[in-house]
């Protein structure tokens, strides 16, 4: 079955990005002039999904509107012959069908995900975390949506290699490896002393999961953090069927940190022919300003 609506939350306060969260909404922070959450719409919207579902809380209207028509910035740019950026702004508002469902406490992943139950229905599904940014050629979310229609509609979960003294950071998985890129788990441990984890292969936020999970987790206690955790639903169906990892390729940014953001940034400025040049020469004027050694 095609697979046409993404859950992505965005019910978290961005307090790691205070005071500038204090009064916006952290994924509309900007890495050059592109709001991060756009790159993880764009992911989703280049592998075919036709429906966003936002999983919000109180202050979060902004990334719903930056996704809607302005038409008075549309009238304004049209009245002053700025042709490409009237393309621009009305390209990001029809790139996507957009609905939220609020997140009123926030109570872990999984929770966050049921949120979106009504409205997801009973059909597979992808859930793409809005602070994680992967860059590839195929998008990430399209790799894992081959693996899944190659294996019957299953659950996969995408992993990365992390150093072993980083599994503490993620949920690792395990299992048995049916190729290089390909898994079939038997479950995942959240954030594993690095002496107790069984790999170092972590989930960083893509999924495909099937509507057998929304059952799941009304059941499932709450785990780690007293919160409900997605790593608890995706153990309950190891037990079920059959559910796969793959080490999806693509370079990813955790932009829910400031150094990760910062990697972002500087990547996708030298990445750019528009501004590479420009940063160059303001990073080398700095660093002799700043007498730093390389």
Do not use: W
Not at 25 to 42: G, L, S
Not at 82 to 102: C, N, P, Q
Not at 173 to 181: H, I, M
Request: hydrophobic share 40%.
């Amino acid at each position: 079955m095609k697979i046409k609506k993404a859950i992505i939350p965005i019910a978290g306060k961005g307090t790691r990005f205070l005071p500038a969260t204090k009064e916006i909404a952290k994924e509309i922070i900007p890495i050059i002039n592109v709001p991060m959450i756009h790159y993880i719409v764009q992911e989703a919207v280049e592998a075919g999904i036709e429906q966003i579902i936002f999983v919000t809380s109180s202050g979060k209207f902004s990334v719903e509107d930056y996704f809607d028509r302005n038409q008075e910035l549309e009238a304004f740019l049209e009245r002053n012959n700025k042709t490409k950026e009237l393309e621009l702004i009305r390209k990001i508002g029809s790139m996507v069908d957009v609905t939220a469902v609020r997140q009123k406490e926030q109570l872990g992943l999984g929770h966050a995900v049921l949120m979106a139950k009504s409205m997801v229905g009973d059909e597979p599904f992808a859930v793409l975390l809005g602070d994680d940014i992967v860059i590839n050629e195929k998008p990430a979310i399209k790799q894992l949506m081959e693996v899944s229609l190659a294996h019957a509609g299953s659950t996969v979960i995408g992993v990365m290699e992390v150093p072993k003294e980083d599994t503490a950071k993620y949920g690792i998985v395990r299992g048995e490896f049916l190729n290089d890129r390909t898994l079939r788990m038997n479950g995942m441990v959240e954030k594993p002393k690095p002496e107790e984890a069984p790999t170092n292969l972590a989930t960083p936020g893509r999924y495909i999961l099937t509507p057998e999970i929304f059952e799941i987790l009304e059941k499932i206690p709450r785990g780690a953090g007293n919160e409900y955790q997605l790593t608890d639903a995706i153990n309950v169906l190891c037990q079920r069927k059959s559910v796969y990892a793959y080490k999806f390729e693509g370079e990813r940014f955790d932009t829910g940190n400031i150094h990760g953001y910062l990697d972002a940034t500087i990547d996708f400025a030298l990445k750019d022919p528009e501004t590479r040049e420009k940063f160059i020469q303001s990073l080398q004027h700095r660093i002799k300003k700043y007498g730093i050694k390389i």
